[in-house]
């Protein structure tokens, strides 16, 4: 199991920039992919970027060229920065971690809100 700890968000205007973090713990050398999902009210939890052990990163079509992600192995934390934020990048902001057979860890933080205004 791994533990998980989300940080960082908050109310900004549109085009603003937040910067997310999520320390990572427990079975540190278990986790292989790490990924940020968000889920807005009355809707599903979705994917919104991950990235590889080896850095490779990937992203939901509607966060490309204005989110990147990012992780520093040595401080066992994954890094979310969000820029020209939208109204509709409103959600609660979750980090997960995935093991080394490729499944995701089931352990959830307690998320990040992120509250973007138009």
């Known amino acids: 199991q791994v533990q998980l700890v989300e940080s960082g968000g908050g109310w900004v205007q549109a085009g603003g920039s937040l910067r997310l973090s999520c320390a990572a713990s427990?079975?540190?050398?278990?986790?292989?992919?790490m990924g940020w999902y968000r889920q807005a009210p009355g809707k599903q939890r979705e994917l919104v970027a991950s990235i590889t052990s080896g850095r490779l990163t990937n992203y939901a079509d509607s966060v490309k060229g204005r989110f990147t992600i990012s992780r520093d192995s040595a401080k066992n934390t994954l890094y979310l920065q969000m820029n020209s934020l939208k109204p509709e990048d409103t959600a609660v902001y979750y980090c997960r971690a995935g093991r080394s057979d490729g499944i995701w860890f089931n352990d959830w933080g307690q998320g990040t809100q992120v509250t973007v205004s138009s």
């Open positions: 427990g079975s540190i050398s278990s986790i292989r992919a």
